[in-house]
């Protein structure tokens, strides 16, 4: 793993632990099961241990993080430069740990949480950005991407600025959509 790699598994890996520092704080104010999954209609449908909440979610959510960068970066055999696309989906865990954390713990205190909206927020923002960087893959590092593999760089032009475009729109009708839920 790379030098430039290796420190940004680190810091993100410690973005995702952080929040058990406030799980530490709060975990005598927690009631000993805590909301875990919500409805459309924002009401929680399932549960889990506290325990399980303020230190197994941000430990799960570290390991995915290893396990997305190591894969990335083992993927990157030829060390190019990667799209900045991927770039962006680095920080895409740690900042969804910290969300989903905050929402679970605002929930058990009663706090009123906006679970729909807060949804949409984050990834009609994930879908804009990733549209927005779609166009600018370059054909020799994107055309590995796609399975079928596309050969002619005319039809992958073509294929990003569709994806592109499709991706700004829902990610536009999401942060709409936040307005109504």
Partial sequence: MKKNNLKILIITVIICLLPML?????????????????NINSM???YASKNLVLFGLPLIMA???????????IYNKSNEKFPKVIKVFYWFIPLLTVVIYLLTI????GLKTYIGKTVCLVLGMMFIIIGNY?????????KY????RIND????????????????????????LMLFV
């Fill in 63 to 73: 390991f995915f993080q290893c396990f997305c960068l190591i894969v990335t970066n």
């Fill in 106 to 109: 605002s929930f058990s205190f």
């Fill in 134 to 142: 779609m166009p600018k893959i370059s054909f020799d590092t994107g």
């Fill in 22 to 38: 406030l799980g530490i704080v709060l975990y005598n104010d927690m009631p000993d099961y805590m909301a875990i999954h919500f």
């Fill in 145 to 148: 991407l796609f399975h079928p």
């Fill in 153 to 176: 760089e005319k039809i992958f032009r073509k294929v990003v600025k569709i994806m592109g475009y499709s991706f700004i729109i829902l990610g536009i009708v999401l942060l709409i």
């Fill in 44 to 46: 929680p449908d399932n």
